[in-house]
């Protein structure tokens, strides 16, 4: 308890934690609804070319209304939130070899494994804030380009509310955990932030794309157990938003049950390497 | 100061070697008594670091054990009585140093009222609310000791604890650290600075290339004073001195003069009996060796001189 009060304690009081959860709130506004809002309402005619006959730009809007809003959240941001995820799990530990605290923090009381799970712990709240206030600004954002447009006040129902956040934590978790761990075993914060940032922006998503076009099905087979294929799994679960007069999507290549226990087990196997690293590694720095 | 002979640092034949081949620390056997302030003397690069990290569980022995207040190094029992800053000290650079602490504080479990005092004993109080990036390397090292202080522990591990300060800091720091020592407080310093050690510290150990060379009190260390004597005729001299302490504890030094082991009481009397057998006596004083010349005989480097 003492471990994890004390990170919570550090982690709450640094600004740059509180610079990347807003940021991931204004990109959330302004790219999420404020530019689509923008775009699908004053494009001229010519946009909708390439659209089925009697669509327009502005048929798309439906994603941006109340009812949508969880689906939007996810489907959106469990890549590129969880971007501010990983930085946020590379901060919390990157910081500690730059700073030189780790041998601050290990020379206290504690032993190093209670110290890595007063992190996690605290890791785990501040991903909680970042998802509660992602769909916070999600469902004002949406709610603001309904009245916007005098649409209905329609809402998800409160359990898929709660199990589209509970999806984002799993999902922000692993990203967070996946910065920690990099941090973790590469003593600092430069290193991690861009390699997590590379599998996460390029790396699956060019192995698979490349991969999956040239050499079939199979490799969607191979695919279902990475990280990211899963994020989107889970994120789909929960249903696609159909468009007038656009055919439906497909559903997920896995089911969300497959996502939850592929996601959990990748956080869990990020602790157990943090664990592991800092139980045998010498502190130097 | 109440110095017992039970030691609260003890280490049987430590060591750490590294993948590279360097040995960085060699089968050290310290003792560290209760209450005492004890110099952990070396050049740089001797090992005194990689020791001192491992008294505090940062790095895992090769080989060879250690207890450090009663327990072992790096074990919540253990680090619960030692307050250590090995390097510089490290904390939070968004934080003020009053946070700093309340943190530390917090980790150890100890009352956020220690803070106040903690830092009443470094004098950091007038700049506790700003920032650590804002402290100037003195404060910064106070603020470390403060940090050590906090859970106020049986023994305090300080590594060069003024290493680049200025010298009105190093004046500070070294009379903060003789000011710690005194009472029941056991303070483990390591330095590459002689004078540093002789003023602070009541028992030196020496290291060098990972491995003990010497260790005792200063005056141990310093071994008795000798006599230095020059008279002519030199053999008529030389013949007095081996006859009154025996020729082991004569020697014939490059500049012709003798440097003699002796009680330094007998000075007078050395003296009356060269007259008595017809010297003249040109030079008779006492040489005692400076710290300086142990370490560097110990050691073979001028390093901190």
Same mark, same amino acid.
């Not at chain 2, 330094?264 to 007259?275: D, G, M």
């Given at each position: 308890?003492?471990?994890?009060?004390?990170?919570?304690?550090?982690?709450?009081?640094?600004?740059?934690?509180?610079?990347?959860?807003?940021?991931?709130?204004?990109?959330?506004?302004?790219?999420?609804?404020?530019?689509?809002?923008?775009?699908?309402?004053?494009?001229?005619?010519?946009?909708?070319?390439?659209?089925?006959?009697?669509?327009?730009?502005?048929?798309?809007?439906?994603?941006?209304?109340?009812?949508?809003?969880?689906?939007?959240?996810?489907?959106?941001?469990?890549?590129?939130?969880?971007?501010?995820?990983?930085?946020?799990?590379?901060?919390?530990?990157?910081?500690?070899?730059?700073?030189?605290?780790?041998?601050?923090?290990?020379?206290?009381?504690?032993?190093?494994?209670?110290?890595?799970?007063?992190?996690?712990?605290?890791?785990?709240?501040?991903?909680?804030?970042?998802?509660?206030?992602?769909?916070?600004?999600?469902?004002?954002?949406?709610?603001?380009?309904a009245?916007?447009?005098?649409?209905?006040?329609?809402?998800?129902?409160?359990?898929?509310?709660?199990?589209?956040?509970?999806?984002?934590?799993?999902?922000?978790?692993?990203?967070?955990?996946?910065?920690?761990?990099?941090?973790?075993?590469?003593?600092?914060?430069?290193?991690?932030?861009?390699?997590?940032?590379?599998?996460?922006?390029?790396?699956?998503?060019?192995?698979?794309?490349?991969?999956?076009?040239?050499?079939?099905?199979?490799?969607?087979?191979?695919?279902?157990?990475?990280?990211i294929?899963?994020?989107?799994?889970?994120?789909d679960?929960?249903?696609?938003?159909?468009?007038?007069?656009l055919?439906?999507?497909?559903?997920?290549?896995?089911?969300?049950?497959?996502?939850?226990?592929?996601?959990?087990?990748?956080?869990?196997?990020?602790?157990?390497?943090?664990?592991?690293?800092?139980?045998?590694?010498?502190?130097?720095? | 100061?109440?110095?017992?002979?039970?030691?609260?640092?003890?280490?049987?034949?430590?060591?750490?070697?590294?993948?590279?081949?360097?040995?960085?620390?060699?089968?050290?056997?310290?003792?560290?008594?209760?209450?005492?302030?004890?110099?952990?003397?070396?050049?740089?690069?001797?090992?005194?670091?990689?020791?001192?990290?491992?008294?505090?569980g940062?790095i895992?022995?090769?080989?060879?054990?250690?207890?450090v207040?009663?327990?072992?190094?790096?074990?919540?029992?253990?680090?619960?009585?030692?307050?250590?800053?090995?390097?510089?000290?490290?904390?939070?650079?968004?934080?003020?140093?009053?946070?700093?602490?309340?943190?530390?504080?917090?980790?150890?479990?100890?009352?956020?009222?220690?803070?106040?005092?903690?830092?009443?004993?470094?004098?950091?109080?007038?700049?506790?609310?700003?920032?650590?990036?804002?402290?100037?390397?003195?404060?910064?090292?106070?603020?470390?000791?403060?940090a050590?202080?906090?859970?106020?522990?049986?023994i %305090?591990?300080?590594?060069?604890?003024? +290493?680049?300060?200025?010298? #009105?800091?190093?004046? /500070? @720091?070294?009379? =903060?650290?003789?000011?710690?020592?005194?009472?029941?407080?056991?303070?483990l310093?390591?330095?590459?600075?002689?004078?540093?050690?002789?003023?602070?510290?009541?028992?030196?150990?020496?290291?060098?290339?990972?491995?003990?060379?010497?260790?005792?009190?200063?005056?141990?260390?310093?071994?008795?004073?000798t006599?230095?004597?020059?008279?002519?005729?030199?053999?008529?001299?030389?013949?007095?001195l081996?006859?009154?302490?025996?020729?082991?504890?004569?020697k014939?030094?490059?500049?012709?003069?003798?440097?003699?082991?002796?009680? %330094?009481k007998?000075?007078?009397?050395? +003296?009356?009996?060269?007259? #008595?057998?017809?010297? /003249? @006596?040109?030079? =008779?004083?006492?040489?005692?060796?400076?710290?300086?010349?142990?370490?560097?005989?110990?050691?073979?480097?001028?390093?901190?001189?």
């Amino acid at each position: 308890m003492r471990a994890f009060l004390g990170e919570l304690f550090k982690t709450v009081r640094r600004p740059a934690v509180w610079v990347c959860v807003v940021g991931l709130f204004a990109v959330a506004v302004t790219i999420g609804y404020a530019l689509p809002w923008l775009a699908e309402t004053y494009s001229p005619p010519s946009a909708a070319q390439g659209l089925p006959q009697g669509t327009t730009l502005a048929d798309f809007k439906i994603a941006l209304y109340p009812i949508n809003f969880v689906r939007q959240t996810l489907q959106q941001w469990s890549v590129l939130g969880g971007v501010f995820a990983l930085i946020l799990g590379v901060l919390l530990q990157g910081s500690e070899y730059g700073w030189g605290t780790v041998k601050t923090i290990y020379t206290q009381r504690d032993g190093r494994m209670v110290m890595l799970a007063g992190k996690v712990g605290a890791l785990a709240v501040v991903v909680l804030l970042l998802v509660l206030g992602l769909f916070a600004v999600d469902a004002a954002s949406s709610t603001g380009a309904a009245l916007l447009d005098g649409k209905s006040l329609d809402y998800p129902d409160a359990t898929q509310i709660l199990k589209g956040i509970a999806a984002m934590f799993l999902i922000y978790g692993f990203w967070s955990l996946f910065g920690l761990v990099l941090a973790t075993l590469f003593r600092q914060s430069a290193m991690a932030i861009g390699l997590g940032l590379a599998y996460a922006l390029v790396v699956e998503g060019l192995i698979f794309g490349f991969g999956g076009g040239l050499l079939g099905d199979w490799v969607k087979k191979i695919q279902e157990w990475f990280p990211i294929a899963n994020t989107g799994y889970l994120a789909d679960s929960f249903g696609a938003i159909t468009f007038r007069r656009l055919p439906a999507q497909p559903g997920p290549y896995a089911d969300a049950t497959h996502a939850v226990a592929v996601l959990a087990a990748y956080v869990v196997t990020f602790v157990l390497i943090s664990a592991l690293l800092l139980r045998r590694r010498d502190v130097t720095s | 100061m109440a110095t017992g002979s039970e030691p609260i640092v003890s280490t049987r034949g430590l060591t750490k070697h590294y993948g590279n081949g360097i040995v960085a620390v060699d089968s050290l056997n310290l003792n560290v008594r209760r209450g005492e302030v004890y110099g952990f003397l070396g050049p740089n690069g001797a090992g005194k670091t990689t020791t001192l990290r491992m008294l505090v569980g940062l790095i895992k022995p090769t080989s060879g054990s250690a207890m450090v207040a009663g327990a072992a190094p790096g074990s919540p029992a253990s680090l619960s009585r030692v307050g250590a800053i090995i390097e510089a000290p490290a904390f939070y650079p968004y934080l003020s140093g009053y946070d700093n602490l309340r943190l530390i504080a917090i980790f150890c479990g100890v009352p956020v009222k220690r803070v106040d005092v903690a830092l009443e004993e470094v004098e950091l109080m007038p700049r506790k609310q700003h920032r650590f990036s804002t402290y100037s390397l003195g404060m910064k090292q106070r603020l470390g000791i403060a940090a050590a202080l906090i859970k106020e522990p049986d023994i %305090l591990i300080l590594d060069e604890p003024t +290493n680049g300060l200025d010298p #009105q800091g190093m004046v /500070d @720091v070294r009379k =903060l650290i003789i000011d710690l020592g005194k009472g029941e407080r056991t303070v483990l310093v390591s330095s590459h600075l002689l004078g540093e050690v002789e003023q602070m510290c009541t028992r030196i150990g020496v290291i060098q290339k990972g491995r003990f060379v010497a260790e005792g009190t200063i005056d141990e260390l310093r071994g008795a004073a000798t006599l230095t004597v020059r008279a002519e005729p030199a053999a008529a001299a030389a013949s007095v001195l081996n006859g009154e302490v025996g020729p082991e504890n004569v020697k014939l030094l490059q500049d012709g003069s003798y440097s003699v082991k002796v009680d %330094l009481k007998r000075t007078a009397e050395i +003296n009356r009996r060269l007259v #008595q057998a017809g010297a /003249d @006596v040109t030079e =008779l004083r006492a040489t005692e060796r400076s710290l300086e010349d142990v370490f560097m005989e110990l050691t073979g480097t001028e390093a901190g001189l």
